[in-house]
């Protein structure tokens, strides 16, 4: 596979870490992640921008980029206890909405395939469907659920006259069968989209979406714990999917469709640390951060953090399924130090 380079910023890897060619599997044979930008935002609705979300998530970090970044909560250094490397980002064409999605899609097959976790910087959301995808074709058939983190269902069937869009992927996932719609959780869903008729479609398709009127009333982790059985139940994987916009705008306000009243940093940060230590995660991606709206790099921090929460996890999972003691978040911080 031939590599375009940096498309939108320098060309830069996430915080330092090695790269690799996707072209040349030798060069991730014995890796455990694989990132992959996937600079697209030719789906989207409201605000674009997204497209230089890979570029914004690799750099949104002011301590030096030299591939290390030891967790003081789950003490670990993910970047080196695990071979993280990164690929770059496919080539993405906004004009090409088909094409792009089929690259992407090549892109992080071949990384799950190898045998690696291939995570994903978008892009808008669009991505998810090529991502899921992608990552479901290197398993048995049926056997991948899904938890997604968003603000909006994504449900929509055609938008515009197009099948494909950030309102979309969804939909277009079930139809697909590679994602399972009664094993397909969502997370932080609010505000006055999507209508009646698609809400209908989805109840049809068995899945469950937890609005924040739910989250709120019964507590995330209750839901979360929920969600986690019904996403274990006869699949042996979970795709992660996080749009930065599940999150509130007072604390993700660099994206393309904000929407007041989600989840705060905090909340979303423990969420998938949590789904990544307790659960087999083949896949992940980070969504619709968009650095043209975003204050400060407030978005972009977020999402990098969001990633390191991800992969800090993943590697106190395989950590602690080695023996000693399982991590214990109450534990103090110099507690046998």
Known sequence: MSRYGPMYGPDITFLG???????????????????????FDGGTSNRPGARFGPMALRQACYLPHDGSRPSLALRVDALRDLRVLDAGDVECYSGDVEGSLAAIEEAVHRVAASGAIPLVLGGDHTVALPDARGTARAYAEGRTSMIHFDAHADTGNIAFGHLYGHGQPMRRLIESGAIRGDRFLQIGLRGYWPE????????????????????????????????????????????????????????????????????????????VRRICYDLPVAGMEVVEVAPPYDHADITAYLGNRVILEALSAMARRRKDAKGGPRWDPRQPLLDGR
């Not at 870490?17 to 600079?39: F, K, M, N, W």
């Not at 924040?212 to 996403?231: D, H, K, N, P, Q």
């Not at 979970?238 to 905090?266: K, N, Q, Y």
Request: aromatic share 6%; glycine share 10%; proline share 7%.
């Open 17 to 39: 870490v090695e790269r690799c060619d996707l072209g040349d599997p030798a060069s991730y044979a014995d890796a455990d992640v694989v990132i992959v930008g996937a600079p």
């Open 196 to 271: 009646p008729e698609t809400l209908d479609w989805m109840a049809r398709q068995g899945m469950r979406s937890y609005e924040m009127t739910e989250i709120v009333a019964r507590g995330l982790e209750e839901c979360l714990t929920e969600s986690f059985a019904i996403a274990l139940d006869e699949c042996d994987q979970v795709f992660l999917s996080v749009d930065i916009d599940v999150c509130d705008p007072g604390h993700a306000p660099g994206t393309g469709t904000p929407e007041p009243g989600g989840l705060t940093a905090r909340q979303l940060l423990d969420a």
